[in-house]
């Protein structure tokens, strides 16, 4: 998808609480995209001083990229609702800051939504252990309806990309 193709502005949002081992992974994932029209809304959710200054100089590397917030230890769903809020795109993605994505996996979800004409998707996900191992695989699913999504577990949040007025007022 080039970026004359279709640019609409791809939000993402990254709960982050003390993540030490694998966040790096996590942001320079999203920063590596294929797609390149994306802002990248990180929400700290109360963490330690010395994670809170490692975030601070990230925004500072990215200025046009990343939005930064500071909150109160208030969790995760907080985080993510606060990251709504503050968003800008069309489109929505979720990322937990232990989690990564392979670097076409905006690009490739995107177009499929556009010529299926779908409001959101989910991918297939790999579960991976400490050391790097894959040690599960979650296929993605076609839905046929509500009632079957509500029933399934089988959907990683940091696999979704939804459009921004399904779970919106704005």
């Given amino acids: 998808m080039k970026s ?3 640019d609409d502005l791809v939000s993402v949002i990254i709960p982050f609480y003390n993540e030490g081992v694998y966040f790096d992974d996590c942001i320079y994932s999203v920063l590596n995209q294929t797609y ?13 001083e010395k994670f809170k200054k490692k975030l601070d100089l990230l925004k500072q590397k990215y200025p046009n990229k990343i939005k930064l917030f ?13 990251g ?7 489109y929505i993605s979720f990322l937990d800051a232990d989690d990564f994505w392979e670097k076409n996996k905006v690009e490739t979800q ?5 010529k299926n004409n ?6 297939s996900y790999q579960i ?3 050391s790097g191992n894959v040690i599960g695989n979650r296929k993605a699913k076609n839905f046929q309806n509500f009632k079957q999504i509500i ?18 007022d704005e």
Avoid at 84 to 90: D, F, L, R, S, T
Avoid at 118 to 123: D, F, L, R, W
Avoid at 151 to 162: E, T
């Fill in 151 to 168: 029933k399934s577990c089988d959907i990683g949040l940091s696999s979704v990309i939804l459009e921004k007025k399904i779970i919106s």
């Fill in 36 to 48: 390149q029209n994306l802002e990248i809304i990180i929400i700290n959710d109360g963490s330690e």
């Fill in 128 to 130: 991976i252990d400490d």
């Fill in 84 to 90: 709504i809020k503050n968003a800008n795109g069309k």
């Fill in 118 to 123: 779908a409001k959101i998707s989910h991918t």
């Fill in 70 to 82: 500071h909150n109160q230890n208030e969790g995760v769903s907080s985080a993510r609702n606060y």
């Fill in 4 to 6: 004359n193709e279709h």
């Fill in 110 to 114: 995107l177009q499929f939504m556009i």
